[in-house]
T-cell receptor
Framework: EAQVTQNPRYLITVTGKKLTVTCSQNMNHEYMSWYRQDPGLGLRQIYYSMNVEVTDKGDVPEGYKVSRKEKRNFPLILESPSPNQTSLYFC?????????????FGPGTRLTVT | AQTVTQSQPEMSVQEAETVTLSCTYDTSESDYYLFWYKQPPSRQMILVIRQEAYKQQNATENRFSVNFQKAAKSFSLKISDSQLGDAAMYFCAYRSAEGGSEKLVFGKGTKLTVNP
């Protein structure tokens, strides 16, 4: 089954404790990205990757890091989480530059930073 | 930068009735794609319908259809014969067709309630 998986689905942590949210897709997609969703703000892109070892900032990259060492994986790293990073996070993937490319979203990760 | 505006934070509709969700966007580009995503309580993002800007014909997917007005930069979603399962957050999104960008720019969402 074609899918994007994220782990963990729920995470409660404390300020300053490094964490990683994993994202994996099994569709051989070149493009992967991370979004955060906040009430009243919709979804905003954090980082994206057009292929292995190619990453770039989205609209709200502060406080986040990413890496793309393998095509299927695109982890989101919060090295020193703060309460304002409490949010719902989505990973998405798609065929890059396809005119009919559709972004497939993961199930979301609910992060709470206290 | 492109922006997407959904002016209705919440809407409600009676089961079996028709409801229209509004979306406007701002862009200087001529070629782009527009989408409506549904987010039920499960939080999964589900693509409902898409529209290519170069196509004049409005997209339709079963009970879902759009009214795309390119000159007015308007992209509304009509849900016909509303069902209880249509209750969800709906997000309008824009994607450029220029420069190979895959980034989706989302509106703030409209929460749809379906009353039995």
């Amino acid at each position: 089954e074609a899918q994007v998986t994220q782990n963990p689905r729920y995470l409660i942590t404390v300020t300053g404790k490094k964490l990683t949210v994993t994202c994996s897709q099994n569709m051989n997609h070149e493009y992967m990205s991370w979004y955060r969703q906040d009430p009243g703000l919709g979804l905003r892109q954090i980082y994206y990757s057009m292929n292995v070892e190619v990453t770039d900032k989205g609209d709200v990259p502060e406080g986040y890091k990413v890496s793309r060492k393998e095509k299927r994986n695109f982890p989101l790293i919060l090295e020193s989480p703060s309460p304002n990073q409490t949010s719902l996070y989505f990973c998405a993937s798609s065929v890059f530059r396809g005119p009919w490319s559709e972004q497939y979203f993961g199930p979301g990760t609910r992060l709470t930073v206290t | 930068a492109q922006t997407v505006t959904q002016s209705q934070p919440e809407m409600s509709v009676q089961e079996a009735e028709t409801v229209t969700l509004s979306c406007t966007y701002d862009t200087s580009e001529s070629d782009y794609y527009l989408f409506w995503y549904k987010q039920p309580p499960s939080r999964q993002m589900i693509l409902v319908i898409r529209q290519e800007a170069y196509k004049q014909q409005n997209a339709t997917e079963n009970r879902f259809s759009v009214n795309f007005q390119k000159a007015a930069k308007s992209f509304s979603l009509k849900i016909s014969d509303s069902q209880l399962g249509d209750a969800a957050m709906y997000f309008c999104a824009y994607r450029s067709a220029e420069g190979g960008s895959e980034k989706l720019v989302f509106g703030k969402g409209t929460k749809l309630t379906v009353n039995p």
